[in-house]
């Protein structure tokens, strides 16, 4: 079964800022997709990007990126110039492709952008 | 409407009773899938869909069932709410494409007292 771990229950920022979030999984499949949700004070799960584990070039969208290291299964969400809207909870998930196509997350990292 | 809905958005049920959450979306996905979020544990999945007729269990599915006899409708059914259930419940779906990202509903928060 796979595992998706976010070691970081709670982080802070300046705005303007950069952050990171990390993401670590464990799995013995090859062919997967990773994504990172946002979720605001409303619940609405909003999707941020997504990687696919085939394609070895980072994913970015405009101001989230993230740093995908296979080898070392680390999936890292880098939010650049960081707003006051970015302040959410912030899931890692998994999916692997084929069979069941269900999403696998971690327990979230809490993000407040302070002003 | 199109999207996802799920409904009621707040219910407060007494310990034993039998409780139905909805959800229904509009894209004909063949993915559905329910979750529920609890503090500290992130988003659990109990159950999920195939397609019509098509359901398996998830990582949380004691005291829950499901069923789909539409595309469309993938109702969450606590046969006898305990306390432990107190959790909010978000319905996803995704189409059979691989690249295609899976939507959730508004969630549902379930209070059983």
């Known amino acids: 079964a796979q595992t998706v771990t976010q070691s970081q229950p709670e982080m802070s920022v300046q705005e303007a800022e950069t952050v990171t979030l990390s993401c670590t999984y464990d799995t013995s499949e090859n062919n997967y997709y990773l994504f990172w949700y946002k979720q605001p004070p409303s619940r609405q799960m909003i999707l941020v990007i997504r990687?696919?584990?085939?394609?070895?070039q980072n994913a970015t969208e405009n101001r989230f990126s993230v740093n995908f290291q296979k080898a070392a299964k680390s999936f890292s969400l880098k939010i650049s110039d960081s707003q006051l809207g970015d302040t959410a909870m912030y899931f890692c998930?998994?999916?692997?492709?084929?069979?069941?196509?269900?999403?696998?997350f971690g327990k979230g990292t809490k993000l407040t952008v302070n002003p | 409407d199109a999207g996802i809905t799920q409904s009621p958005r707040y219910k407060i049920t007494e310990t034993g009773r039998q409780v139905t959450l909805m959800c229904h979306q509009t894209w004909s996905h063949s993915y559905m899938f329910w979750y529920r979020q609890d503090l500290g544990h992130g988003l659990r999945l109990i159950y999920y869909?195939?397609?019509?007729?098509?359901?398996d269990k998830g990582e949380v599915p004691d005291g829950y069932v499901v069923s789909r006899s539409k595309t469309e409708n993938f109702p969450l059914t606590l046969e006898s709410a305990t306390r432990s259930q107190t959790s909010v419940y978000f319905c996803a779906s995704r189409g059979v494409w691989e690249n295609t990202e899976a939507f959730f509903g508004q969630g549902t928060r379930l209070t059983v007292v």
């Open positions: 990687q696919e584990a085939y394609k070895q």
């Open positions: 998930a998994f999916m692997k492709l084929g069979g069941s196509e269900k999403l696998v």
């Open positions: 869909s195939a397609a019509a007729d098509i359901t």
